[in-house]
């Protein structure tokens, strides 16, 4: 199971830090993407991290955005700052036994997912 936490509405320029908890598996062995999707627009990866811990961001979100894990805690964050209009959507984290975690984090490639936090970037 995946939860995610942490999504707002924020001005452009604003942080938020989304949580993913995690349960029923063990999180060290598993691959984790965060991905969004805006109304009217397909689900899109935002950023990844493997089991051994090596990243990977879309090119908008780089240097904004950092995904991190804490398998004691059993969760993932996404910090991200200096969010943008285009920030907005449905976040939602998603988790695969596999090595599924690359430049492209493909959707389709991870198993289990959560049902999603809101994030609205307005002024």
């Known amino acids: 199971q995946l939860v995610e936490s942490g999504g707002g509405s924020v001005q452009p320029g604003g942080s938020l830090r989304l949580s993913c908890v995690t349960s029923?598996?063990?999180?060290?062995?598993?691959?984790i993407g965060w991905f969004r999707q805006a109304p009217g627009k397909e689900r899109e990866g935002v950023s990844c991290?493997?089991?051994?811990?090596?990243?990977n961001y879309r090119d908008s979100v780089q240097g904004r955005f950092t995904i991190s894990r804490d398998n004691a805690k059993k969760t993932i964050y996404l910090q991200m700052n200096n969010l943008k209009p285009e920030d907005t959507g449905v976040y939602y984290c998603?988790?695969?036994?596999?090595?599924?975690?690359?430049?492209?984090?493909?959707?389709?490639?991870?198993?289990?997912w959560g049902q999603g936090t809101q994030v609205t970037v307005s002024s």
């Open positions: 029923g598996f063990t999180l060290e062995y598993y691959d």
């Open positions: 998603a988790a695969d036994f596999l090595p599924v975690c690359s430049r492209t984090n493909d959707p389709t490639k991870y198993e289990h």
């Open positions: 991290i493997s089991g051994p811990g090596s990243t």
